[in-house]
C-alpha cells in the first residue's frame, strides 16, 4: 500500500505540474496577445524556424500552414528592411551579440505593418552560434504617430522658413523663444 500511496503522490505532481506548465503557457500566449509580440527560433544549419502563435496572427500567415522557412519568412518585409534585417542576422551570428532592427512588412492582405525585432543568438560549447532566437513586436501605431509628427514638425519648419509673414514662439510668460528668419 505504501508504493501505492507514493504512485498516486508522484501522479497528482505530475499533473498538478502539467496543469501548472499549460498555465503558464496560457499566459505568455495571452502576453503576447496582449503586448502584439511573437517569438521565434531559427536553426543556423538547417534554416528550420519556430513560431509562436502570436507570431502567425502578426504576419497573417495560418496556423496550419506551419512556420515558414528562413527565405519565406524574409519574403514578408519591403526591400530596404530585407537588407537591414539580414544585416543584423548576420551580425548576430559572425559576433554573438544581440541586436534590434525595425522593418516595414507586406502583409497577405495587402496591409503595411511596422515590426521591432530582437536578434538573440544561442552558442554551443565551441562558442559557434547554433541557433538565433527572439521577438517580434507590432510598433505600427507608434511608428505612424512618429511620422505624423514627422510631417507637422516639418510643416512648422516651413512655415518659420518660408511664409511671407513674420512668425514668432513664445512661452506662456511671453519670452520669445523663437524668431523667424527675416527674408531679404
Known amino acids: 500500500i505504501p508504493s501505492a500511496l507514493a504512485h498516486v503522490a508522484r501522479e497528482l505532481r505530475g499533473g498538478q505540474a502539467e496543469n501548472g506548465r499549460r498555465a503558464s503557457e496560457a499566459g505568455l500566449q495571452e502576453a503576447q496577445a496582449v503586448g502584439s509580440i511573437g517569438d521565434w527560433e531559427v536553426d543556423r544549419d538547417s534554416g528550420t524556424m519556430s513560431w509562436s502563435p502570436q507570431l502567425f496572427r502578426l504576419f497573417e500567415r495560418p496556423l496550419d500552414a506551419g512556420p515558414p522557412d528562413l527565405n519565406e519568412g524574409l519574403a514578408y518585409f519591403e526591400p530596404l528592411s530585407l537588407e537591414r534585417t ?3 542576422f548576420w ?11 525595425e522593418q516595414t512588412v507586406c502583409l497577405p492582405s495587402g496591409a503595411t505593418r511596422y515590426h521591432a525585432t530582437r536578434i538573440v543568438p544561442q552558442k554551443d560549447a565551441t562558442g559557434r552560434v547554433r541557433k538565433l532566437f527572439g521577438t517580434v513586436q507590432d510598433i505600427t501605431e507608434r511608428t505612424l504617430a512618429e511620422q505624423k509628427l514627422r510631417r507637422t514638425s ?16 513664445a512661452d506662456t510668460e511671453g519670452r520669445l523663444l523663437r524668431i523667424d528668419r527675416p527674408h531679404l
Open 91 to 101: 551580425h548576430a551570428i559572425d559576433t554573438g551579440e544581440c541586436c534590434e532592427v
Open 154 to 169: 516639418d510643416e512648422i519648419e516651413d512655415l518659420y522658413h518660408n511664409a511671407h509673414c513674420r512668425y514668432h514662439s
Open 86 to 88: 539580414r544585416t543584423q
